[in-house]
């Protein structure tokens, strides 16, 4: 099974806020990510957080860590069509920490107007 | 910088034929990433390398398909024979070693479709 995992998909209505939730297995992964997928497009890195913080914000966007739960959120704050996307949690596992990324399946979010 | 660019954007192409799928990478970055999405299967990686040599190629799905990377600015998934199985979106993505924090830059992909 996946070592990265993530509830399948979201629907959020316009203006209210986003939480993709992810739970990884590696408690010595040094770094996590977010990335968005847009249809027909690449992955783009969103933001991501080092795992000796908690709480990373950059703009409409709030990453929570809990390291002991191994639980890592992403909030989106007022929602907007735009970010209508599947989203990837990543981990990077400090046995390979130059290298590969641990990806999760991706949450597909689908907002309403 | 463009970014990390693929070619071609999309490929349709005949059971048994050879696919060749191109990559270019960031210039400076010596990691480069082969993946594969489908929507049964989610994102693969196939196969990576580092300073254009292949690291870990344990995702590649057979023999059918093999990569290489001749130089640090370029890079090829080549498929031979295809099969319908193998349509997919192949993504190449590039990553230095200057800060974990930029994680990969991943280009737009490739769909083939093999009929």
């Known amino acids: 099974g996946e070592d990265v995992e993530q509830s399948l998909f979201l629907s959020v209505r316009e203006g209210d806020s986003s939480v993709i939730n992810c739970t990884y297995t590696?408690?010595?992964?040094?770094?996590l990510y977010w990335y968005k997928q847009e249809p027909g497009a690449g992955l783009q890195l969103l933001t991501y957080i080092f795992s000796n913080m908690d709480m990373k914000q950059d703009q409409r966007l709030t990453v929570l860590l809990n390291k002991k739960d191994k639980h890592l959120s992403l909030r989106i704050a007022d929602t907007q069509t735009g970010d209508s996307a599947i989203y990837f949690c990543?981990?990077?596992?400090?046995?390979?920490?130059?290298?590969?990324?641990?990806f999760g399946a991706g949450t597909q979010v689908v907002v309403t107007p | 910088d463009a970014g990390v660019i693929q070619s071609p954007r999309h490929e349709v192409t005949e059971m048994g034929q050879e696919v060749t799928l191109r990559c270019k990478p960031i210039s400076g970055h010596d990691y480069l990433f082969w993946y594969r999405q489908t929507m049964m299967r989610g994102l693969e990686l196939l196969i990576y390398?580092?300073?254009?040599?292949?690291?870990?190629d344990s995702g590649m799905p057979e023999d059918r398909f093999s990569a290489k990377m001749p130089n640090a600015s370029f890079s090829t998934l080549k498929i031979q024979p295809s099969e319908p199985r193998d349509s997919a979106v192949y993504f190449c993505?590039?990553?230095?070693?200057?800060?974990?924090?930029?994680?990969?830059?991943f280009g737009s992909g490739t769909r083939l479709t093999v009929v």
């Open positions: 390398f580092n300073n254009n040599v292949p690291i870990d």
């Open positions: 993505a590039s990553r230095g070693t200057m800060g974990l924090g930029d994680g990969y830059t």
């Open positions: 990543a981990e990077s596992p400090p046995d390979d920490s130059w290298g590969k990324l641990q």
């Open positions: 590696d408690s010595s992964s040094t770094y």
